[in-house]
């Protein structure tokens, strides 16, 4: 392609600073995002016009098709034709919205990781240890089972080094992980938790639930079982969570 049209929609590879800016200026509404995940609309929000909502819409059927896309054929594999197609739109289209392919890469990783972020974001100092630990426990488990693209995706871009993502990483994510490392401190240091190391209770909640996401294939083959089986969910559920509360109990 040689026309006009090829160098607005199609930009040179030499000017990959752009995703990163992308990834940057994501990184400031992040958080928020994570936090606000789940809460009720906001008055006056159906209010929009019909053409806003249309374009809204348009734009999660992209986001959905990518991430679908993405998660299977990673992002050199997955085109950006072929997740226009998927999602109904035109390529033209789906370039309105997110003008290269690592772009909509970027909002999609964006769009997981709020999700993914937004069970961690919510227990405080003043929650029941016990409670808030399960909850995250519960919540990372069903979006492991609703979900599984999102871990996936996440997975395969810290496997190949995170390079669109690391502003997002080193940005909210660090500072939710720091503000509940925080709380954790807190909960161990007026005995309401056994001497844990924060960062590494953590890190195991992730790793014990996105096991069901990221190596579903496996749990399937070892136990003939998956957890959109609701005795297999009720049995995961129960069985990580006692593994992790009987690990942080004050003693």
């Given at each position: 392609m040689t026309g006009k049209t090829a160098k607005t929609v199609k930009p040179p590879r030499k000017t990959g600073g752009r995703?990163?800016?992308?990834?940057?200026?994501?990184?400031?509404?992040?958080?928020?995002?994570?936090q606000s995940l789940g809460e009720p609309e906001a008055a006056g929000e159906g209010a929009r016009g019909n053409r806003e909502k249309a374009g809204e819409a348009r734009k999660a059927a992209i986001l959905k098709s990518a991430l679908?896309?993405?998660?299977?054929?990673g992002l050199e594999g997955a085109s950006?034709?072929?997740?226009?197609?998927?999602?109904?739109?035109?390529?033209?289209?789906?370039?309105?919205?997110?003008?290269?392919?690592?772009?909509?890469?970027?909002?999609?990783?964006?769009?997981?990781?709020?999700?993914?972020l937004a069970p961690l974001a919510r227990f405080t100092e003043a929650d029941n240890p016990a409670d808030a630990i399960a909850a995250l426990i519960a919540a990372k488990l069903a979006m492991s089972r609703d979900h599984p693209e999102v871990s996936r995706l996440f997975a395969l871009e810290m496997?190949?080094?995170?390079?669109?993502?690391?502003?997002?990483?080193a940005g909210p994510l660090k500072a939710v992980f720091d503000a509940k490392v925080a709380v954790i401190r807190s909960w161990v240091a007026t005995g309401r938790l056994a001497p844990v190391d924060p960062p590494h209770l953590i890190f195991a909640v992730w790793a014990l639930t996105q096991h069901y996401a990221d190596f579903s294939v496996q749990v399937r083959v070892l136990s003939g079982k998956s957890l959109s089986d609701d005795d297999f969910m009720n049995e995961t559920l129960a069985a990580v969570t006692a593994l992790v509360l009987d690990g942080i109990r004050p003693r």
């Open positions: 995703p990163v800016a992308k990834a940057t200026l994501g990184a400031r509404v992040l958080l928020k995002a994570a679908t896309l993405f998660a299977r054929l950006v034709e072929a997740i226009a197609r998927a999602a109904g739109v035109s390529k033209a289209n789906l370039l309105y919205y997110y003008p290269s392919k690592e772009a909509l890469y970027v909002a999609v990783l964006e769009q997981g990781l709020s999700q993914w496997l190949r080094g995170a390079p669109l993502l690391k502003p997002v990483l």
